[in-house]
DNA sequence: GATTGGCACTCGTAAGCGCCGAGTGCTACC
DNA sequence: GGTAGCACTCGGCGCTTACGAGTGCCAATC
C-alpha cells in the first residue's frame, strides 16, 4: 500500500472536515479531492489510519473525524503554510501603525488577531523580567501612600501602592528616587533584586524602613512571575463556531479569565523550537480545553519578550491561523523594536 | 377583583420563573404559593395580566412567561431587596481588603461580583473626568520618544507616548515637568485644559514646539471622553445560565467586547434617582442585549466616580443581584475612600 | 360581583415506527 | 496492491399517535 497515498487521505479528511464540519466519507474524499483510486481503496487505508488512531468515527456508517493525534500529524507533516495576501499584510502593518503607546499597540494586536483569525486571540504583555528598567518614580499620593511607578524599555508602565510611615519629607523621597534610579536604570528585572539589596544601607538608619519598603515594592512587581498580564479578543467567535458549543463553551470561557493556564501554556510552547508552536486538544493537558487548539508564536526580537496567539476548536483551519499568527507576530515585533 | 392579588399573582410568576427557568400555570402558582384561592381564579387574573402585558405565554397551553414590563413592575413595586448575609459582608470586605493598588481594586471587586451574583460583572474605571490630576510624569524613553504619565487622586495612571524632535535637552524636560504640574496639579481633569493652553507662551519659542505636544497628550488622555476603560469578569456564567443561550451568546459577548454601547448604558443609568438602576431587556435600546437585564450602582463617594454593575439573563434574581451590586459597590467606595 | 368547578379545546412534546441512504467491512477477483 | 460488488449497520427524517399541561369560557355558587 502506498504510504504516501496515506497521508493525502489524512490531509483531504482534515481539510474536508474543517471546512464542512461534518464526518467524510470515502466516496465524497474521492469526488472532491482528485486521489485517483477508488473508494473501496480509500476505505481500506481510512481503516488503517484508525487503527493507527488519526482518525474515528462518531458512530458506525458515519464518516471519519480526524484525532487529535491525526491533527497533530497534519500540522507537523502535512500542512502547507498559506501566505497572506498583499492587502491582508498591508492592513495589518496600517492598523499596528497608528498605536500611541504599549496598551494601545497590544489591544490593537489582539484585536487585529482575532478578526484575521475568527477566533480568540491572546496576547502576553512584554514580560517584565526579559525587560530592562527605563526608569523608576515615586509619587507621594497622600501623607500615608507612596505610588510607585515602574517603567521599562518595552514602555510597559506599573504601579503600585505603598503605605507609609506619616510625615515622610518630600526631600528623602526625592533622594530615594534618584538613588533607585541610578542603582537599577538600564538593568533587567532580574538584575534588580541584588543591586536594590544594597540601598538599604546607603541611606540614613532613620529612612530605612521606608527605603525597604519601595525596594520591596519594586522587586515584588518585578518578580510576579506568572502575574504577566494577558489580553483575550474574539470570545465571541468562539460562540459563533458551532451549534455544538453550548455546553463546551463555559469551561473555555473560564480558562480564558482564569489566565493561569493560558499563561503556562504559552510559556512552555516558548520552548519549542519553531518559531511558532500549537497546541491540540488533549496536548494542552488541561481537561476543560479539550476541544481547542492554540497556535502561538513569539514576538519581540530574539529575546520573545512574550507571546501572542489564537484559540480556537480543534477543528479549524490551521494553515490559515498559524500564517496570521506569525504575521501578526512579525509586525508586532517591528512596531515594537521601532 | 383584588387588585393587590394581582400584583401577588405577578410577583408570584416571576419568582417561580427565575427559579424553575419553565413557564408557570395556574396551577403549580396556587401550589408554590398559597394564593387562597383557586386555579380558575388566578387564570382570571392572569388573563388580564396579559391583556395588560406584564405576561404573555410563549404557545397557546403552556404557562406564562414574564415580559419585560412585568419585570420592570416586579423591580420597581413588588421586589424586596434581601440584605446580605453577614459573612457574606464580612467576605466582601476582606477580599477587597488586600487589593494593592488601583489596578487590583478593580480586578478585586469585579470578580468578587461575578462570583457574588454567578453573573456577568462590569465595572467602569475612576473616570478621568471628575478625577483631579495628582502628578505629571515626563519620561525620556529613548532620544527620540517621550512618555508622559499622568496620575490621578483616584490612583489611576495613564500613559501616552510622545514622538519627540531629535537633540532634547535634559533640562527642558525637567522644567517642561515643573511648569505642568505647577499648573495642573490638584486640578479637575476638565480644568486643565484651560491652564495647560497658556503653558506654551511661558515657555522659550524654541521649545514651545515639544510642550505643544506635551500639552496636547495630557490634554487628549484626560478628555477621551467614552474612552474610559470597562473591565468585565465572568463572562462564563453567561454560557452557564441555560441551555438556551447558544445563538443567543454570540450578540452579548460581542456588545462585551465592544464596550462602547456598554460605556453608553452605564452612562445612561448615572442619572437615575436611586443608588441603583437596572435597564431590563429592551430597555437597554440595544437589540443584541434584548435578551439581558443590568443592574448597576455608581461608587467612589457623593462624585460617583464610576459604575459598577452585572449583567445576565432578564429572568435574573433582581432582588439578590440588586443587593450584592449596592453592597460591593459601597465596600469599594470606602476601599477607595481609605 | 367575585369566585369556583367543570369542560371542551389547543398544541407542544415524546414516543413509536418505517424508510432511506450514507458509509462501512469483507470477500472474491483482476 | 487495487477494485468491484454486496450485505449489513445505523443515524436521521418524516409521519402518526398519544399524552398531558394549560387555557378560556360558562354556568353555578357564595
Given at each position: 500500500m ?23 466519507g470515502?466516496?465524497?474524499l474521492?469526488?472532491?479531492h ?13 481503516a488503517?489510519?484508525?487503527e ?5 468515527q462518531?458512530?458506525?456508517s ?8 491525526g491533527y ?15 492587502p ?6 496600517q492598523?499596528?501603525e ?22 480568540v486571540a491572546?496576547?502576553?504583555y512584554p514580560s517584565?523580567?526579559v ?11 497622600d ?6 511607578v515602574?517603567?521599562?524599555d ?5 504601579q ?13 523621597v526625592?533622594e ?14 532580574q ?6 539589596a544594597?540601598?538599604?544601607e ?19 512587581t518585578?518578580?510576579?512571575e506568572?502575574e504577566?498580564?494577558?489580553?483575550v479578543?474574539?470570545?465571541a ?28 501554556l504559552m ?6 523550537q ?8 488533549h496536548e494542552?493537558?488541561?481537561e476543560?480545553?479539550a ?6 508564536s ?7 519578550l ?9 477543528r479549524?483551519?490551521y ?20
Amino acid at each position: 500500500m502506498a504510504e504516501d497515498r496515506k497521508l493525502d487521505v489524512l490531509r483531504a479528511i482534515v481539510e474536508d472536515y474543517v471546512l464542512t464540519r461534518e464526518p467524510v466519507g470515502s466516496k465524497v474524499l474521492v469526488e472532491r479531492h482528485n486521489l485517483g483510486v477508488s473508494p473501496a481503496t480509500i476505505r481500506n487505508d481510512m481503516a488503517q489510519l484508525e487503527e493507527e488512531g488519526y482518525i474515528v468515527q462518531p458512530h458506525t456508517s458515519a464518516g471519519r473525524v480526524p484525532t487529535d493525534k491525526g491533527y497533530r500529524l497534519f500540522v507537523d507533516r502535512l500542512a502547507e503554510v498559506k501566505p497572506l495576501s498583499a492587502p491582508e499584510k498591508r492592513a495589518i502593518g496600517q492598523f499596528l501603525e497608528g498605536a500611541v503607546d504599549l496598551d494601545d499597540v497590544i489591544d490593537r494586536a489582539v484585536r487585529l488577531l482575532a478578526q484575521l483569525t475568527q477566533q480568540v486571540a491572546v496576547v502576553q504583555y512584554p514580560s517584565l523580567r526579559v525587560s530592562a528598567l527605563r526608569h523608576v518614580e515615586l509619587v507621594l499620593v497622600d501623607e500615608r501612600r507612596l505610588l510607585v511607578v515602574i517603567i521599562t524599555d518595552t514602555g510597559r508602565v506599573e504601579q503600585r501602592t505603598v503605605p507609609i510611615p506619616d510625615g515622610i519629607d518630600l526631600a528623602v523621597v526625592a533622594e530615594l528616587r534618584a538613588r533607585v534610579n541610578a542603582a537599577t536604570v538600564g538593568l533587567r528585572a532580574q538584575d534588580v533584586r541584588a543591586r536594590l539589596a544594597e540601598l538599604p544601607e546607603q541611606m540614613r538608619p532613620e529612612d530605612r524602613p521606608l527605603v525597604q519598603l519601595v525596594v520591596d515594592a519594586v522587586v515584588e512587581t518585578l518578580d510576579q512571575e506568572g502575574e504577566d498580564r494577558l489580553v483575550v479578543a474574539g470570545a465571541a467567535n468562539l460562540a459563533r463556531t458551532g451549534a455544538d458549543t453550548a455546553a463546551m463553551l463555559s469551561p473555555v470561557l473560564e480558562a480564558l479569565e482564569e489566565q493561569v493556564v493560558l499563561m503556562r501554556l504559552m510559556t512552555e510552547m516558548a520552548e519549542d523550537q519553531r518559531d511558532f508552536a500549537v497546541r491540540i486538544g488533549h496536548e494542552t493537558q488541561y481537561e476543560p480545553l479539550a476541544g481547542v487548539s492554540i497556535i502561538s508564536s513569539g514576538y519581540g526580537g530574539d529575546t520573545a519578550l512574550a507571546r501572542i496567539g489564537a484559540l480556537g476548536p480543534t477543528r479549524m483551519d490551521y494553515p490559515a491561523t498559524i500564517a496570521s499568527v506569525r504575521a501578526v507576530a512579525r509586525y508586532l515585533s517591528r512596531i515594537l523594536a521601532g
